[in-house]
């Protein structure tokens, strides 16, 4: 029997599912959130014949913005525009979002194809903002941190990154801001390595 459309996103999303549990996030409102932006991102997406590289870059935001713990009341920062998928996702969770690419006519292209109501909350800078964040989402692997980004979180503000050093496998961080003003780091496995990925798919239909 094939695999229908809705039946691949369903499956997707169990799959997301599958992978916030296993780092032992709760399942609440919080992560219905995630998975139902995802969820439509991803179909509306696919209709328009989403390359596979694009799925994971889906799924991987998803993940990502599971780590987050975001709310609807909260400011966002995304460094870098990316494919603009993750801009897609990040305004449906939260009440406005910043995305910061030095390439304006990148992010102009990039955002042009996701026509959704929710990026009325959006809005493109070329520099930093220098206001505080509740949370920075970075987009793009990098090699370090963004420490000028990070100097604007608020107290309980959170950063996700993926770092990766040359012909190493990259890994997830989470920084979270103390009251001191210093950060506790947790690292995740990348979601998207083949090894997790046959992981997941052996856990979803146990869920």
């Known amino acids: 029997m094939a695999v229908t459309p ?12 599958a992978a916030l549990i296993d780092v032992h996030l709760p399942r609440d409102d919080r992560m219905t959130a995630v998975l139902q932006s995802v969820k439509k991102v991803r179909r509306t997406l696919s209709d328009q014949g989403a390359s596979q590289d694009l799925q994971d870059q889906i799924f991987l935001t998803g993940f990502m913005c599971g780590l987050l713990r975001l709310r609807k009341g909260e400011h966002v920062v995304q460094l870098g525009v990316g494919s603009g998928c993750a801009s897609a996702i990040l305004a449906r969770l939260v009440q406005s979002l910043t995305v910061v690419e030095t ?4 992010a102009q292209a990039s955002l042009a194809g996701i026509d959704y109501p929710e990026l009325r909350n959006l809005r493109i800078a070329q520099t930093i903002p220098e206001t505080f964040a509740a949370a920075i989402f970075v987009t793009e692997a990098a090699a370090e941190w963004p420490h000028e980004a990070l100097s ?4 309980g503000g959170r950063a996700v990154i993926r770092l990766g050093a040359p012909n190493t496998p990259p890994r997830l961080f989470l920084a979270t801001k103390r009251r001191d003003g210093t950060m506790r ?3 995740y496995d990348d979601p998207v390595s083949p090894v997790r990925e046959s992981r997941l798919e052996e856990k979803v239909g146990g869920l």
């Open 6 to 17: 809705p039946a691949l996103a369903e499956r997707f999303v169990e799959r997301l599912r």
């Open 152 to 155: 604007l979180l608020r107290i």
């Open 185 to 187: 780091i947790r690292s």
């Open 103 to 106: 390439d304006a006519v990148l």
